[in-house]
């Protein structure tokens, strides 16, 4: 049984291509700039050469029907944004997940519609019935999703990895912020190649 998963967030095409629907929120020239999928993708190869018995591998995009139903329409924000948008809208390129990061057909897609990757999804039986202890965490948006999962999962009694290297936030500040004053209160805040020499 696996201690450790992968949970990989939105590395979808609507943030992470100049053509995406929202290319405004800056966070494809942020990850480019970072080479923020690059070494997601490193951890990724690590982690499916690791085996299923070393780490659990979960995708956790986000995704809406036609018509954002699942979102309650004063809903402010964020998810009001990527609706005012049109963004990750289930079936459309724009939803799916970069093809450096194209989940393998025996990995976990788990969508998800809020902030976080446990509200409404199958992640915490999931985890829990394999006994998963470690949760190496990356994606976007650095204190939006990512921290909204991260601070999930230690109020759940499981262990948060921040690849800080795999993340990015709308701007360095809040990268920053989430870096040093959230994620080491919460978890373990390591870089990529130090996270694969420690668990995988």
């Not at 480019?32 to 070393?54: I, S």
């Not at 788990?110 to 976080?116: G, N, P, V």
């Not at 870089?191 to 668990?199: H, L, N």
Request: hydrophobic share 40%; charged share 30%.
């Amino acid at each position: 049984m696996p201690k450790t998963a992968l949970i990989m967030i939105e590395f979808q095409n609507d943030f992470l291509s100049e053509k995406g629907a929202l290319a405004g929120a800056g966070i494809w020239k942020r990850a480019k700039d970072h080479n923020t999928v690059g070494k997601m993708k490193k951890v990724l190869e690590a982690a499916r050469k690791a085996g299923p018995d070393k780490c659990l591998i979960i995708h956790s995009p986000i995704g809406f029907r036609e018509g954002y139903p699942e979102l309650a329409k004063t809903h402010p924000g964020l998810l009001k944004g990527a609706e005012e948008a049109g963004g990750f809208k289930k079936g459309e390129w724009g939803a799916e997940i970069t093809d450096e990061l194209k989940p393998l057909s025996d990995e976990t897609v788990l969508d998800k519609r809020r902030l976080c990757g446990f509200t409404d999804t199958e992640l915490d039986g999931l985890l829990k019935n394999l006994g998963v202890e470690n949760l190496m965490i990356g994606g976007f948006v650095t204190n939006w999703c990512v921290e909204a999962t991260g601070r999930s999962a230690y109020d759940r009694g499981y262990h948060p990895v921040f690849l800080k290297d795999c993340m990015d936030a709308f701007t360095d500040e809040e990268q920053k912020f989430a870096e040093e004053k959230i994620f080491p209160v919460i978890g373990e805040v390591l870089t990529s190649d130090e996270a694969m020499a420690k668990f995988l």
